[in-house]
């Protein structure tokens, strides 16, 4: 990510120059659910520093944004929870592709009630409803999808799959008892409060999760997007991720 955030702040060195001064205006963020509790925490530390900026924080699956931003939502930056939306934005001319890089890393893990014997992929045909995001939209539930073909269970599953719009539904769902168990991000099952971590699902099952941040095309041109956009990746911001369960680089 260094590298194509040199690229991206070299080509807009003027803004560069600015950036000691104080900084005002408004930055629209379009961010993946997962990561609500990280983005609102950096966000308010950064407005407490430059009391000028307001920031306007946009949650949901990143397939419900991305497609909000091709329809002219306004927004400054997008952090997906995988590459194939930001790609998409990419290919539309919407994201600067100059400025985007990887914010942060997860992986998927299968929660439930405690006292629930499953410890695997193949332990899940013996439960009732499982919540899962949808995967047209949802990329949590897509990496959930592939891993249930992989781990040759998708048929024994195909009818005890309960859809949800976004992973913090999945969430919800389980956590309050309305199915069996859900797949989430690691981040989202230590949010829980009636459910834990029932099993990490198997690495070579699944691509790795990424959430990769980039700017659009007309917030590139704002100083106080880049301002923030520096800020997310700095040691504060490391700090912060770390501590609700992420990996920074």
């Given at each position: 990510m ?32 997962s ?9 308010d ?16 699956a990143?397939?419900?944004l ?7 939502a306004?927004t400054?930056?997008f ?67 592939e ?25 919800t769902?389980?956590d ?50 880049q ?7 700095s ?15």
């Amino acid at each position: 990510m260094r590298k194509g955030i040199t690229i991206c702040f070299g080509v807009v060195v003027a803004l560069l120059m600015v950036s000691s001064m104080a900084m005002a205006g408004e930055v629209n963020l379009s961010a993946a659910a997962s990561l609500r509790e990280v983005i609102s925490e950096l966000s308010d530390s950064f407005m407490k520093k430059h009391p000028g900026v307001k920031i306007t924080k946009n949650f949901g699956a990143s397939g419900v944004l991305a497609r909000q931003i091709e329809n002219g939502a306004p927004t400054d930056i997008f952090v997906s929870a995988n590459q194939e939306w930001m790609d998409y934005l990419k290919g539309k001319g919407l994201v600067a592709a100059a400025c985007v890089g990887t914010f942060a890393y997860n992986t998927l893990v299968f929660a439930g009630a405690p006292g629930k014997k499953v410890t695997s992929m193949q332990d899940l045909p013996a439960l009732g409803r499982i919540a899962i995001g949808s995967p047209k939209s949802v990329p949590a539930g897509e990496y959930a999808m592939e891993a249930l073909r992989k781990a040759g269970v998708d048929r024994q599953m195909a009818k005890k799959l309960v859809m949800a719009h976004d992973v913090r539904e999945c969430l919800t769902y389980a956590d309050r008892g309305e199915v069996d168990g859900a797949f989430v991000y690691r981040t989202d099952a230590l949010q829980a409060q009636h459910v834990r971590i029932l099993f990490a699902v198997p690495q070579e099952l699944y691509a790795p999760v990424t959430y990769p941040m980039g700017l659009t095309v007309s917030g590139a041109r704002k100083s106080e997007v880049q301002g923030f956009y520096r800020f997310l990746q700095s040691g504060e911001a490391r700090a912060v991720l770390g501590k609700y369960g992420f990996t920074a680089n």
